[in-house]
T-cell receptor, first 115, second 109 residues
Framework: KAGVTQTPRYLIKTRGQQVTLSCSPISGHRSVSWYQQTPGQGLQFLFEYFSETQRNKGNFPGRFSGRQFSNSRSEMNVSTLELGDSALYLCASSRGWTPDRDEQYFGPGTRLTVT | GIQVEQSPPDLILQEGANSTLRCNFSDSVNNLQWFHQNPWGQLINLFYIPSGTKQNGRLSATTVATERYSLLYISSSQTTDSGVYFC???????????FGEGTQLTVNP
């Protein structure tokens, strides 16, 4: 079974631009979660989507948004990029039916650099 | 929200040595996972272990849910074991993983 895939793997953007990241979950998984990893803040939860609906949201500004499609693929968008948005963005996939018990599997990540 | 603490923050070993990593959490959980972050940043699943004991080769893990801690054991360490080990939990009725700060393991030849 194929794992979680994320595209692109690397991105360099300029302050003020926007960016869209993509995540394809494991086949049959309905939940996709997004996490941000920075040296200062560690791994932090952004949001979770299940069956095209945002089910849970972390404490990030409205510049961070996401969506999920009917095939469970998910995108996250960051508008008006700031230097502090430079991070590794990780996507996790799980079955989704028992969210507090499901094992989560991570993709390889997208490394975003904002200059 | 739930708090997760990992210790030690850094660990340096000689190849062949054994080690124990600890994860304490502040509330009841239904999901506890151990990950190894590879040099390229991907989180590799080691164990899904909300309670009990599991073994996989040279690695084993134990979670004592009633006392809110988990241990990851690495035996006969190899240089390829180097990297950051994370413990992450999902609290009851939640869905988000809350991560500890990680343990940076360095295994020298």
């Amino acid at each position: 079974k194929a794992g979680v895939t994320q595209t692109p793997r690397y991105l360099i953007k300029t302050r003020g631009q926007q960016v869209t990241l993509s995540c394809s979950p494991i086949s049959g998984h309905r939940s996709v979660s997004w996490y941000q990893q920075t040296p200062g803040q560690g791994l932090q939860f952004l949001f979770e989507y299940f069956s095209e609906t945002q089910r849970n949201k972390g404490n990030f500004p409205g510049r961070f948004s996401g969506r999920q499609f009917s095939n469970s693929r998910s995108e996250m968008n960051v508008s008006t990029l700031e230097l502090g948005d430079s991070a590794l963005y990780l996507c996790a996939s799980s079955r989704g039916w028992t969210p507090d018990r499901d094992e989560q599997y991570f993709g390889p990540g997208t490394r975003l650099t904002v200059t | 929200g739930i708090q997760v603490e990992q210790s030690p923050p850094d660990l340096i070993l000689q190849e062949g040595a054994n080690s124990t990593l600890r994860c304490n959490f502040s509330d009841s959980v239904n999901n506890l996972q151990w990950f190894h972050q590879n040099p390229w940043g991907q989180l590799i699943n080691l164990f899904y272990i909300p309670s009990g004991t599991k073994q996989n080769g040279r690695l084993s893990a134990t979670t004592v849910a009633t006392e809110r801690y988990s241990l990851l054991y690495i035996s006969s360490s190899q240089t390829t074991d180097s990297g950051v080990y994370f413990c992450a939990v999902v609290e009851t009725s939640g869905s988000r993983l809350t991560f500890g700060e990680g343990t940076q393991l360095t295994v020298n030849p």
